[in-house]
């Protein structure tokens, strides 16, 4: 093939957006988070951030970063196994081990990162990989770099994860696989019987709580405090940008995981370290999030409120029971359509379509953070009223 030739071949299907009229993705942003947000020199209510807790843009957490990059600088343009790893940096790994019961954590550029490191590092060709089928890119990217056998079960289907166990259970190791909060549904695993399972196979899970930590549990602890499964999950491994309103990712678990990982993870040791100023927010943040569990009630609240209302309304949603409500589509068109609905009445949201989610199954997402207040929760639903009107074809 020539060259000019493989480039003509890289085309992109933007039809769902020029039927639609609207672009969604890469739009401008031109202020910082919280209540409105200024996209493309527009004011909208936010309602498309992962900062559940409304905490990136928090004054006390913000002078302590300005503390530390006063201190450091902007970075130590070092990887961890040298000058990167500074006191500050360690100490976050500590209080992310305190934090989610664990006896030790690595940060991570970004948990996509940590998750691309995992399964090569972890798993031979004599193992087996199965994982809930709405498992985020990250990991079914990892999971490519391992010899591993790979298998799914159907999304929280405890039926289907122990057939799978059962029908591999003479190889070396097998492996269970999932989120705490899925991001693009608003569920969580059933924990409970994932755990019982695991330890009838002799499995060992890994659970990416990406979205959960900050936001689920009484204290904020994610998927584990809901299921008190400190103890019996192997590995964790979650983002500093959502929930802890920061930067990162980080892998958490037993000493001598983590410590094989230090020495062994080529996504950890080779790439520049997190800077000490993003370090120093992200201790802050997690102490903030442990002392104000009247944040994570005020935001389940405004989700509830939405999700009961949407529903009456008759709007396709998916089983979410937490602070994530998402609407379905038949079309990508639809859902790009009726996002453009809610930027024209000045309502901010992220848009799912194929090969993100199903096709069929397109979507649109409602993040509902602390940062908003009641009225604009009528707001929304008031919109999504108007809606109905216009595109009845859209509810059941």
Same mark, same amino acid.
């Given at each position: 093939?020539?060259?000019?030739?493989? /480039?003509?071949?890289?085309?992109?299907?933007?039809?769902?957006?020029?039927? #639609?009229?609207?672009?969604?993705?890469?739009?401008?942003?031109?202020?910082?988070?919280?209540?409105?947000?200024?996209?493309?020199?527009?004011?909208?209510?936010?309602?498309?951030?992962?900062?559940?807790?409304?905490? =990136?843009?928090?004054?006390?957490?913000?002078?302590? #970063?300005?503390? #530390?990059?006063?201190?450091?600088?902007?970075?130590?343009?070092?990887?961890?196994?040298?000058?990167?790893?500074?006191?500050?940096?360690?100490?976050?790994?500590?209080?992310?081990?305190?934090?989610?019961?664990?006896?030790?954590?690595?940060?991570?550029? +970004?948990?996509?990162?940590?998750?691309?490191?995992?399964?090569?590092?972890?798993?031979?060709?004599?193992?087996?990989?199965?994982?809930?089928?709405?498992?985020?890119?990250?990991?079914?990217?990892? /999971?490519?770099?391992?010899?591993?056998?790979?298998?799914?079960?159907?999304?929280?289907?405890?039926?289907?994860?122990?057939?799978?166990?059962?029908?591999?259970?003479?190889?070396?190791?097998?492996?269970?696989?999932?989120? *705490?909060?899925?991001?693009?549904? *608003?569920?969580?695993?059933?924990?409970?019987?994932?755990?019982?399972?695991?330890?009838?196979?002799?499995?060992?899970? /890994?659970?990416?709580?990406?979205?959960?930590?900050?936001?689920?549990?009484?204290?904020?602890?994610?998927?584990?405090?809901?299921?008190?499964?400190?103890?019996?999950?192997?590995?964790?491994?979650?983002?500093?940008?959502?929930?802890?309103?920061?930067?990162?990712?980080?892998? #958490?678990?037993?000493?001598?995981?983590?410590?094989?990982?230090?020495?062994?993870?080529?996504?950890?040791?080779?790439?520049?370290?997190?800077?000490?100023?993003?370090?120093?927010?992200?201790?802050?943040?997690?102490?903030?999030?442990?002392?104000?569990?009247?944040?994570?009630?005020?935001?389940?609240?405004?989700?509830?409120?939405?999700?009961?209302?949407?529903?009456?309304?008759?709007?396709?949603?998916?089983?979410?029971?937490?602070?994530?409500?998402?609407?379905?589509?038949?079309?990508?068109?639809?859902? /790009?359509?009726?996002?453009?609905?809610?930027?024209?009445?000045?309502?901010?949201?992220?848009?799912?379509?194929?090969?993100?989610? =199903?096709?069929? =199954? +397109?979507?649109?997402?409602?993040?509902?953070?602390?940062?908003?207040?009641?009225?604009?929760?009528?707001?929304?639903?008031?919109?999504?009223?108007?809606?109905?009107?216009?595109?009845?074809?859209?509810?059941?």
């Amino acid at each position: 093939m020539k060259k000019e030739d493989l /480039i003509k071949s890289m085309v992109v299907d933007k039809s769902p957006l020029v039927k #639609a009229g609207f672009n969604p993705y890469y739009q401008p942003v031109r202020s910082g988070l919280g209540r409105n947000i200024n996209v493309n020199g527009k004011s909208l209510i936010s309602l498309g951030t992962n900062d559940y807790l409304g905490i =990136a843009n928090n004054e006390e957490i913000k002078k302590e #970063a300005l503390r #530390a990059l006063r201190k450091f600088g902007v970075s130590m343009c070092g990887t961890p196994i040298v000058v990167g790893q500074t006191a500050i940096n360690r100490k976050l790994e500590t209080e992310i081990a305190s934090f989610l019961k664990q006896e030790d954590a690595l940060i991570f550029p +970004s948990c996509y990162q940590c998750n691309m490191g995992i399964f090569g590092l972890l798993t031979t060709g004599e193992d087996v990989i199965i994982a809930d089928r709405e498992i985020h890119s990250s990991l079914l990217n990892g /999971i490519g770099l391992s010899k591993a056998s790979f298998k799914i079960f159907s999304h929280n289907n405890l039926d289907k994860l122990e057939k799978a166990l059962a029908r591999y259970s003479n190889c070396r190791m097998k492996f269970i696989v999932v989120e *705490g909060l899925y991001s693009t549904n *608003g569920d969580v695993p059933p924990l409970d019987g994932m755990m019982k399972l695991a330890e009838k196979y002799d499995a060992f899970i /890994i659970v990416d709580d990406a979205h959960g930590v900050g936001v689920l549990g009484r204290e904020g602890r994610g998927v584990l405090e809901v299921f008190d499964a400190f103890k019996e999950i192997d590995l964790v491994t979650g983002s500093l940008g959502k929930g802890v309103g920061a930067f990162g990712g980080f892998l #958490a678990g037993g000493a001598r995981l983590i410590d094989y990982f230090r020495y062994n993870s080529p996504q950890y040791f080779y790439s520049t370290a997190l800077p000490p100023a993003i370090a120093a927010a992200s201790i802050i943040s997690l102490r903030y999030i442990k002392e104000h569990p009247e944040i994570r009630e005020r935001i389940n609240s405004y989700a509830r409120k939405l999700y009961q209302k949407l529903e009456t309304l008759g709007f396709r949603l998916t089983k979410s029971t937490t602070p994530v409500v998402c609407v379905l589509f038949e079309t990508a068109e639809d859902a /790009i359509l009726a996002t453009k609905m809610l930027y024209e009445k000045g309502i901010y949201t992220v848009v799912f379509v194929p090969p993100s989610v =199903a096709k069929g =199954a +397109s979507r649109i997402r409602l993040t509902l953070n602390a940062n908003l207040q009641s009225e604009d929760i009528d707001f929304v639903i008031s919109v999504f009223s108007d809606i109905k009107k216009r595109k009845p074809q859209w509810v059941n």
